[in-house]
């Protein structure tokens, strides 16, 4: 099983769709940081490949996995595996030089928590009688401040590979199954009222912290001033 689709041809075809369609309908986000964002397709198989051999084999994970196993997957794929090509508005020249190591993983892993909600509305759920329904609602976590903090988990989970560099399986599948069980909580929180007296109040971040204030823009660009190295 792959990421989106049992036949590992259907499945790389829907993948491109997917990261097609997500550089597409992200332009408007990126435009004011002054890049455009591309991927290289080969990524996207390898990534196709790790699914069907490593994780939805029937071993690790259900052949048919649930939507936000699968979302929780190509998020983390995108983030580890996944190649990302930045490009200036104006030119196709390589944007990422202008980018230190640090704010390169830092987009790679916002743009991985937006492709979230894209894999779960193309999901379907699966019902204990057999029948299969659309998602009803769109993916957010409840709070502005557990957005920041599941961006910094992202940034904080290493590549699972070994000493040799050979992917390690077993790592990857319990990085992937913490963040379904996140995406899931959120999903059903979505239209529940929170009842707490710091929501949305309590401090976050350290200003100083330019990578988390970058992070506070681009979570909410109306209430924040942009980040520029």
Known sequence: MGLLRSDSTEDLGALKKLFQAFAQSSESTFKPWGFKIDFLESSLSGISEIASQNLFDGTRFPIEPGAFKRAAAICLCTRMFVDVKFRPLTSNEDFRTLFTDE??????????????????????????????????????????????????????????????????????????????????????????????????QARCYDEGDTICSCDAFFLNPEDNKPYTA
């Open 103 to 200: 704010e390169l993983d830092a987009w790679i892993v916002r743009i991985g928590y937006m492709l979230i909600p894209m894999v779960i509305a193309q999901s379907v759920f699966t019902l204990e009688d057999g029948r299969q329904i659309q998602p009803s609602k769109v993916w957010q976590p409840a709070s502005f401040h557990v957005k920041m903090e599941l961006l910094g988990f992202l940034r904080w989970l290493e590549t699972p590979v070994d000493a040799a560099g050979a992917l390690d399986a077993d790592r990857l599948a319990k990085a992937i199954l913490a963040l379904a069980l996140i995406i899931e909580q959120s999903y059903y929180l979505v239209d529940a009222k929170v009842h707490c007296d710091v929501h949305d």
